[in-house]
């Protein structure tokens, strides 16, 4: 029978290095660039690479993911793709949550249908990147691998932030260090010039490689390194195939960002505003898909808007954007400034009499009030900022919490549902 290639998208934890994005919402499900979330870029890229089968594992707030997933991925029944989502369970066997990257794998084999012949593909849910995986299959076969690590390569300057993977010319896999401190350490790490060759990079660039968290198993390989105590794969399972498996690196040398703290996640929107941006969701062919809302035109008028992305459904009026992100539904004020800002948009329109009651209560329609100045700050969801408010993390510590607002790496953040009221200065 014809081998599978069963992809796993991992949906991490709690998600605690992107709260409060992740308050409401599992990770996978943070809204991206205006209209995508997070999951779209893993399920993208496997969807451009011919592969249709898809799990996503996650086990916190996972209703809007679910909510995302089942309006954007639906298959004709011949073609036999799905995405399904599958969470922590209690069964017979045990009522654990995921105890790590690994354990959820191991307590989802039996939903696989795997068998010892398939291949197995296991992503990350929170980077930014355009892969085609077919390239890593082939590689993985031609080398007649156990199982692949891709990696992606570092400048020497940065790699004492980063777990390390040595390769040899052949590829094959000779060590990993965590977060190496010794230069003499990081110099034992330096990609060989056989390998810069073969990435058409100068012989004389000091790189090393840096694991992306995507790896591809022999499903026999992967069902047997599983049977034991291991719950992560980084960590325990890929050094433990060390001397016991054919454990072989992938270079995937392009542009890939590790989205999953609030920063990187903040500076990896802005930079989609750039001319050039190294991300460019205006591939020609290889398109990130999400979920269809069928949303109207952006209406903008005597507006004045440097950089930026503008989402479907948007009104803006009489107002200043530069270098911001503004996703689906946002309404903006007159005479208001956006300056480095990432606004997530709206689930809905309000009615006439929702706006009435809410006034009523004194609460701010959603959306950004009139003779606002934002800067440097994420927008939530169905945030409700009210007119001559100025918001700016400058001049204040981390972990600041100001009334229901948020500052986190340097980033001010209106939580999801926010309310500010008329005149707030933060």
Not at 13 to 20: A, D, T
Not at 94 to 111: C, I, P, S
Not at 239 to 254: I, Q
Not at 386 to 406: E, F
Request: charge should be negative; proline fraction near 5%.
């Amino acid at each position: 029978m014809r081998p599978r290639i069963i992809c796993i998208i991992l949906g991490g934890g709690r998600g605690s290095r992107l709260y409060p994005l992740t308050q409401p919402r599992c990770k996978p499900a943070v809204p991206l660039a205006g209209k995508y979330r997070l999951v779209d870029i893993p399920i993208s890229n496997c969807l451009n690479s011919g592969l249709n089968e898809i799990y996503v594992l996650t086990q916190f707030n996972t209703a809007s993911l679910h909510r995302h997933i089942q309006a954007a991925y639906s298959f004709d029944p011949f073609s036999g793709g799905l995405v399904d989502i599958l969470s922590a369970e209690q069964t017979e066997r045990g009522d654990n949550w995921y105890q790590g990257t690994a354990d959820a794998v191991r307590q989802n084999l039996m939903h696989f249908n795997v068998r010892r012949q398939d291949l197995v593909l296991i992503l990350s849910g929170d980077q930014l990147y355009r892969m085609d995986f077919r390239t890593l299959i082939d590689h993985h076969k031609a080398l007649g691998s156990d199982a692949t690590v891709a990696a992606t390569p570092i400048s020497e300057e940065h790699a004492s932030a980063f777990g390390l993977m040595q390769v040899n010319d052949d590829f094959s896999v000779k060590s990993f260090v965590e977060k190496p401190k010794e230069q003499s350490v990081i110099d034992q790490y330096m990609l060989s010039s056989e390998l810069l060759r073969s990435m058409n990079r100068p012989e004389s660039e000091r790189l090393c490689l840096v694991s992306m968290g995507i790896y591809l198993f022999n499903a026999s390989v992967l069902i047997d390194a599983l049977d034991s105590e291991c719950t992560d794969f980084g960590k325990e399972v890929i050094p433990g195939l060390l001397g016991k498996a054919k454990l072989n690196g992938y270079v995937f040398d392009d542009y890939w960002e590790d989205i999953g703290t609030v920063k990187a996640f903040f500076e990896a929107n802005l930079r989609l505003t750039d001319p050039n941006p190294p991300f460019d969701f205006l591939h020609p062919t290889e398109r990130v898909y999400t979920r269809a809302r069928f949303l109207p035109a952006s209406v903008i008028t005597n507006s004045k808007i440097g950089q930026a992305i503008v989402a479907d459904g948007c009104v803006l009026h009489d107002v200043d954007i530069e270098r911001s992100v503004i996703g689906v539904r946002s309404l903006v004020g007159k005479n208001t400034r956006l300056s480095n800002v990432v606004m997530m948009g709206n689930d809905f329109y309000e009615e006439p009499e929702d706006l009435e009651e809410a006034t009523s209560k004194g609460i701010p329609p959603c959306g950004i009030g009139e003779n606002c100045d934002i800067e440097h700050a994420i927008v939530d969801k169905n945030a409700r900022i009210g007119k001559n408010v100025k918001l700016s993390p400058k001049g204040k510590d981390d972990n600041t919490k100001i009334d229901g607002i948020t500052i986190r790496d340097g980033v001010l953040i209106v939580p999801k549902d926010g309310v500010v009221p008329d005149g707030t200065v933060i």
